[in-house]
Protein backbone atom coordinates (compact mmCIF):
# COMPACT_ATOMS: atom_id res chain seq x y z
CA UNK A 1 0.00 0.00 0.00
CA UNK A 2 1.42 3.29 -1.27
CA UNK A 3 0.24 6.32 0.68
CA UNK A 4 -1.21 9.45 -1.02
CA UNK A 5 2.24 11.43 -2.41
CA UNK A 6 2.14 14.87 -1.37
CA UNK A 7 4.85 15.77 -3.26
CA UNK A 8 3.60 15.95 -6.42
CA UNK A 9 0.00 15.39 -6.21
CA UNK A 10 -0.78 19.08 -6.53
CA UNK A 11 -3.50 18.27 -9.05
CA UNK A 12 -6.55 16.25 -7.18
CA UNK A 13 -8.10 18.34 -4.64
CA UNK A 14 -8.37 16.44 -0.82
CA UNK A 15 -11.81 15.87 -1.46
CA UNK A 16 -11.25 13.99 -4.61
CA UNK A 17 -9.12 11.39 -3.04
CA UNK A 18 -10.54 8.18 -2.10
CA UNK A 19 -9.11 4.79 -2.01
CA UNK A 20 -11.46 1.74 -3.22
CA UNK A 21 -12.40 -0.69 -0.48
CA UNK A 22 -10.89 -3.68 -3.17
CA UNK A 23 -8.52 -3.00 -6.01
CA UNK A 24 -10.21 -2.44 -8.97
CA UNK A 25 -8.86 -2.58 -12.87
CA UNK A 26 -9.75 0.46 -14.86
CA UNK A 27 -10.16 -1.67 -18.14
CA UNK A 28 -10.20 1.63 -20.80
CA UNK A 29 -7.66 4.24 -19.50
CA UNK A 30 -6.21 6.70 -22.69
CA UNK A 31 -2.94 6.92 -21.18
CA UNK A 32 -1.07 7.41 -24.30
CA UNK A 33 -3.04 11.04 -24.64
CA UNK A 34 -0.69 13.86 -25.00
CA UNK A 35 -2.58 15.39 -21.46
CA UNK A 36 -0.86 12.57 -19.44
CA UNK A 37 2.81 13.11 -21.13
CA UNK A 38 4.06 16.02 -18.63
CA UNK A 39 3.28 13.74 -15.09
CA UNK A 40 2.28 9.85 -15.98
CA UNK A 41 4.30 8.60 -12.70
CA UNK A 42 2.25 10.86 -11.00
CA UNK A 43 -0.74 9.80 -12.64
CA UNK A 44 -0.17 6.10 -12.01
CA UNK A 45 1.16 6.45 -8.16
CA UNK A 46 -2.16 8.31 -7.50
CA UNK A 47 -4.01 5.53 -9.18
CA UNK A 48 -2.14 2.93 -6.63
CA UNK A 49 -2.83 5.05 -3.74
CA UNK A 50 -6.52 4.89 -4.99
CA UNK A 51 -6.08 1.01 -5.10
CA UNK A 52 -6.63 1.56 -8.69
CA UNK A 53 -4.42 -1.82 -9.63
CA UNK A 54 -4.04 -2.70 -13.00
CA UNK A 55 -4.61 -0.62 -15.89
CA UNK A 56 -5.29 -1.28 -19.69
CA UNK A 57 -4.25 1.11 -22.00
CA UNK A 58 -6.22 1.44 -24.82
CA UNK A 59 -4.60 1.54 -28.45
CA UNK A 60 -6.37 3.38 -30.89
CA UNK A 61 -3.95 3.27 -33.61
CA UNK A 62 -0.56 1.86 -34.45
CA UNK A 63 1.37 4.89 -33.02
CA UNK A 64 -1.16 4.70 -29.57
CA UNK A 65 -1.08 0.65 -29.52
CA UNK A 66 2.91 1.22 -29.98
CA UNK A 67 2.92 3.22 -26.78
CA UNK A 68 0.93 1.74 -24.81
CA UNK A 69 2.60 -1.25 -25.10
CA UNK A 70 6.08 0.81 -24.11
CA UNK A 71 4.56 1.78 -20.89
CA UNK A 72 3.05 -1.90 -20.36
CA UNK A 73 6.87 -2.91 -20.12
CA UNK A 74 7.98 -0.29 -18.62
CA UNK A 75 5.45 -0.40 -15.91
CA UNK A 76 4.09 -3.56 -13.71
CA UNK A 77 -0.06 -3.60 -13.46
CA UNK A 78 -0.29 -1.93 -16.61
CA UNK A 79 -1.33 -3.83 -20.40
CA UNK A 80 -2.48 -2.25 -23.88
CA UNK A 81 -4.98 -3.12 -26.14
CA UNK A 82 -3.98 -2.85 -30.13
CA UNK A 83 -6.50 -1.72 -32.46
CA UNK A 84 -7.79 0.88 -34.96
CA UNK A 85 -10.83 2.85 -33.62
CA UNK A 86 -13.75 3.78 -36.14
CA UNK A 87 -12.94 7.40 -36.32
CA UNK A 88 -9.91 6.37 -38.28
CA UNK A 89 -10.94 2.87 -40.19
CA UNK A 90 -10.11 4.95 -43.44
CA UNK A 91 -6.53 4.80 -43.06
CA UNK A 92 -6.79 0.49 -43.03
CA UNK A 93 -4.74 -0.94 -45.35
CA UNK A 94 -2.25 -4.33 -45.83
CA UNK A 95 0.63 -2.40 -43.83
CA UNK A 96 -1.45 -1.32 -41.03
CA UNK A 97 -3.34 -5.51 -40.69
CA UNK A 98 0.19 -6.48 -40.58
CA UNK A 99 1.53 -4.22 -37.88
CA UNK A 100 -1.75 -4.63 -35.81
CA UNK A 101 -0.97 -8.52 -36.16
CA UNK A 102 2.21 -7.94 -34.95
CA UNK A 103 1.19 -5.63 -31.87
CA UNK A 104 -1.30 -8.63 -30.98
CA UNK A 105 1.65 -11.06 -31.08
CA UNK A 106 3.43 -9.05 -27.98
CA UNK A 107 2.38 -10.60 -24.91
CA UNK A 108 1.71 -7.12 -23.44
CA UNK A 109 -1.36 -6.63 -25.40
CA UNK A 110 -4.33 -8.21 -23.54
CA UNK A 111 -7.17 -7.57 -26.62
CA UNK A 112 -7.57 -6.41 -29.66
CA UNK A 113 -9.60 -3.31 -30.38
CA UNK A 114 -10.36 -0.29 -29.55
CA UNK A 115 -11.94 -1.36 -33.12
CA UNK A 116 -15.74 -1.45 -33.91
CA UNK A 117 -18.71 1.46 -35.49
CA UNK A 118 -19.50 4.75 -34.75
CA UNK A 119 -22.40 6.00 -37.13
CA UNK A 120 -23.33 9.10 -34.75
CA UNK A 121 -19.95 11.25 -36.19
CA UNK A 122 -19.47 9.08 -39.04
CA UNK A 123 -15.35 10.40 -39.35
CA UNK A 124 -14.93 7.34 -41.37
CA UNK A 125 -17.39 6.43 -43.77
CA UNK A 126 -19.60 3.26 -42.48
CA UNK A 127 -18.44 1.21 -45.67
CA UNK A 128 -14.76 2.25 -43.94
CA UNK A 129 -15.91 1.64 -40.59
CA UNK A 130 -17.16 -2.33 -41.81
CA UNK A 131 -14.15 -3.18 -43.47
CA UNK A 132 -11.35 -1.91 -40.73
CA UNK A 133 -13.47 -3.86 -38.39
CA UNK A 134 -14.59 -7.02 -40.18
CA UNK A 135 -10.54 -7.34 -40.73
CA UNK A 136 -10.00 -6.77 -37.29
CA UNK A 137 -12.74 -9.00 -36.14
CA UNK A 138 -10.77 -12.06 -38.17
CA UNK A 139 -7.31 -10.90 -36.16
CA UNK A 140 -9.30 -11.65 -32.94
CA UNK A 141 -10.24 -14.51 -34.23
CA UNK A 142 -6.47 -15.29 -35.62
CA UNK A 143 -4.74 -14.22 -32.34
CA UNK A 144 -7.32 -15.85 -29.88
CA UNK A 145 -7.33 -12.72 -27.71
CA UNK A 146 -10.71 -10.96 -26.78
CA UNK A 147 -12.36 -7.48 -28.35
CA UNK A 148 -12.43 -4.06 -26.83
CA UNK A 149 -14.96 -2.79 -28.53
CA UNK A 150 -16.37 0.53 -29.44
CA UNK A 151 -20.09 1.34 -30.65
CA UNK A 152 -21.93 4.73 -30.85
CA UNK A 153 -25.57 4.62 -32.90
CA UNK A 154 -24.40 1.82 -35.02
CA UNK A 155 -25.54 -1.23 -32.67
CA UNK A 156 -27.88 -3.07 -34.84
CA UNK A 157 -25.16 -3.70 -37.59
CA UNK A 158 -22.59 -4.14 -34.74
CA UNK A 159 -24.86 -7.14 -33.25
CA UNK A 160 -25.13 -8.20 -36.74
CA UNK A 161 -21.54 -8.53 -37.66
CA UNK A 162 -20.63 -10.24 -34.28
CA UNK A 163 -22.98 -12.74 -34.69
CA UNK A 164 -21.44 -13.57 -37.80
CA UNK A 165 -18.25 -13.82 -35.76
CA UNK A 166 -19.76 -14.88 -32.62
CA UNK A 167 -18.32 -18.62 -33.08
CA UNK A 168 -15.12 -17.72 -34.44
CA UNK A 169 -13.70 -15.29 -31.97
CA UNK A 170 -13.53 -15.55 -27.70
CA UNK A 171 -15.12 -12.96 -25.50
CA UNK A 172 -15.50 -9.14 -26.07
CA UNK A 173 -16.64 -6.20 -24.62
CA UNK A 174 -19.05 -3.07 -25.51
CA UNK A 175 -16.50 -0.47 -23.80
CA UNK A 176 -18.07 2.77 -22.68
CA UNK A 177 -22.19 1.19 -23.27
CA UNK A 178 -24.34 4.02 -23.44
CA UNK A 179 -27.11 2.45 -25.62
CA UNK A 180 -30.67 1.59 -24.99
CA UNK A 181 -32.18 -1.62 -23.56
CA UNK A 182 -33.19 -3.48 -26.44
CA UNK A 183 -29.40 -3.60 -27.49
CA UNK A 184 -28.36 -4.48 -24.20
CA UNK A 185 -30.18 -7.33 -24.47
CA UNK A 186 -29.16 -7.75 -27.78
CA UNK A 187 -25.42 -7.95 -26.28
CA UNK A 188 -26.55 -10.20 -23.55
CA UNK A 189 -27.57 -12.81 -25.96
CA UNK A 190 -24.38 -12.57 -27.76
CA UNK A 191 -22.99 -13.00 -24.55
CA UNK A 192 -20.64 -9.78 -24.01
CA UNK A 193 -19.05 -8.05 -21.58
CA UNK A 194 -19.87 -4.77 -21.06
CA UNK A 195 -18.01 -1.67 -20.02
CA UNK A 196 -19.21 0.95 -17.61
CA UNK A 197 -17.63 4.48 -17.81
CA UNK A 198 -18.67 7.78 -15.68
CA UNK A 199 -21.44 8.82 -18.18
CA UNK A 200 -23.84 7.17 -15.87
CA UNK A 201 -22.79 9.95 -13.61
CA UNK A 202 -24.13 12.22 -15.58
CA UNK A 203 -27.69 13.52 -14.20
CA UNK A 204 -28.31 15.37 -18.08
CA UNK A 205 -27.89 11.86 -19.86
CA UNK A 206 -27.52 9.02 -17.94
CA UNK A 207 -30.95 8.56 -17.20
CA UNK A 208 -31.48 5.72 -18.54
CA UNK A 209 -28.40 4.10 -18.16
CA UNK A 210 -29.45 4.29 -14.12
CA UNK A 211 -32.33 1.87 -14.67
CA UNK A 212 -30.55 -0.45 -16.73
CA UNK A 213 -27.40 -1.49 -14.74
CA UNK A 214 -29.50 -3.90 -12.60
CA UNK A 215 -29.80 -5.59 -15.77
CA UNK A 216 -26.20 -6.37 -16.90
CA UNK A 217 -25.07 -9.52 -15.15
CA UNK A 218 -22.65 -9.12 -12.93
CA UNK A 219 -20.19 -11.48 -14.44
CA UNK A 220 -19.97 -9.93 -17.25
CA UNK A 221 -20.12 -5.98 -15.67
CA UNK A 222 -16.56 -4.01 -15.98
CA UNK A 223 -15.63 -0.52 -15.54
CA UNK A 224 -13.47 2.24 -17.11
CA UNK A 225 -12.67 5.84 -16.52
CA UNK A 226 -12.07 6.51 -20.30
CA UNK A 227 -9.75 8.73 -18.81
CA UNK A 228 -9.21 11.72 -20.08
CA UNK A 229 -12.27 11.87 -21.12
CA UNK A 230 -15.79 11.49 -19.25
CA UNK A 231 -15.08 13.50 -16.19
CA UNK A 232 -17.49 11.85 -13.87
CA UNK A 233 -20.00 14.68 -13.04
CA UNK A 234 -20.55 13.00 -9.08
CA UNK A 235 -17.63 14.54 -8.25
CA UNK A 236 -17.50 16.70 -4.91
CA UNK A 237 -15.18 18.74 -5.83
CA UNK A 238 -14.06 21.02 -9.00
CA UNK A 239 -10.95 19.73 -11.08
CA UNK A 240 -8.49 21.79 -12.66
CA UNK A 241 -8.46 21.24 -16.04
CA UNK A 242 -11.61 19.15 -15.96
CA UNK A 243 -8.59 16.07 -16.98
CA UNK A 244 -10.24 12.86 -16.14
CA UNK A 245 -7.47 9.76 -14.27
CA UNK A 246 -7.80 6.27 -13.11
CA UNK A 247 -7.35 7.54 -9.28
CA UNK A 248 -10.85 9.09 -10.11
CA UNK A 249 -12.54 5.31 -10.92
CA UNK A 250 -13.69 4.51 -7.44
CA UNK A 251 -15.97 7.49 -7.74
CA UNK A 252 -17.55 5.71 -10.78
CA UNK A 253 -17.96 2.18 -8.69
CA UNK A 254 -19.45 4.23 -5.86
CA UNK A 255 -22.24 5.34 -8.54
CA UNK A 256 -22.56 2.29 -10.19
CA UNK A 257 -23.17 0.17 -6.88
CA UNK A 258 -25.53 3.10 -5.47
CA UNK A 259 -28.13 2.24 -8.79
CA UNK A 260 -27.80 -1.67 -8.53
CA UNK A 261 -28.12 -1.32 -5.02
CA UNK A 262 -25.28 -3.17 -3.97
CA UNK A 263 -22.15 -2.70 -1.74
CA UNK A 264 -19.01 -0.58 -3.13
CA UNK A 265 -16.55 -3.51 -1.91
CA UNK A 266 -18.98 -6.17 -3.81
CA UNK A 267 -18.91 -4.96 -6.49
CA UNK A 268 -15.35 -3.63 -7.22
CA UNK A 269 -14.28 -7.56 -5.97
CA UNK A 270 -16.33 -8.48 -8.99
CA UNK A 271 -15.92 -6.29 -11.32
CA UNK A 272 -11.90 -6.97 -10.74
CA UNK A 273 -12.42 -11.13 -11.04
CA UNK A 274 -14.05 -10.59 -14.47
CA UNK A 275 -11.87 -7.98 -15.53
CA UNK A 276 -8.58 -10.58 -14.55
CA UNK A 277 -10.25 -13.19 -16.19
CA UNK A 278 -11.43 -11.48 -19.25
CA UNK A 279 -7.79 -9.89 -20.20
CA UNK A 280 -6.23 -12.87 -19.29
CA UNK A 281 -4.47 -11.33 -16.28
CA UNK A 282 -2.19 -12.67 -14.03
CA UNK A 283 -4.04 -12.92 -10.44
CA UNK A 284 -2.23 -11.42 -7.20
CA UNK A 285 1.17 -9.82 -8.10
CA UNK A 286 1.35 -9.48 -11.65
CA UNK A 287 4.92 -8.66 -12.35
CA UNK A 288 8.37 -8.31 -9.80
CA UNK A 289 8.37 -4.33 -9.53
CA UNK A 290 12.22 -2.98 -10.29
CA UNK A 291 13.83 -0.09 -8.94
CA UNK A 292 12.58 2.11 -10.99
CA UNK A 293 9.05 1.34 -11.16
CA UNK A 294 6.18 3.99 -9.85
CA UNK A 295 4.11 1.51 -10.04
ZN1 LIG B 1 -14.58 4.34 -27.47
Aim: hydrophobic share 40%; charged share 25%.
Amino acid sequence: MVAPTDTFDDVLPEALRVTSPAPLVDIGANLTHESFARDLPAVLARARAANVTTLILTGTDREHAEQAVALAREHAGLFATAGVHPHDASQWDPALEHAMRELHGQSEVVAVGECGLDFNRNFSTPAEQERAFEAQLGLAAESGKPLFLHERDAGRRMREMLHTWRDDISDAVIHCFTADRETLYGYRDLDLHIGLTGWLCDERRGHHLRELVGEIPMDRLMVETDCPYLLPRNLPAKLKGRRHEPALLPWIVKEIAHWRGMDEAALARATTATALAFFRLPTGETRPATEHEEF
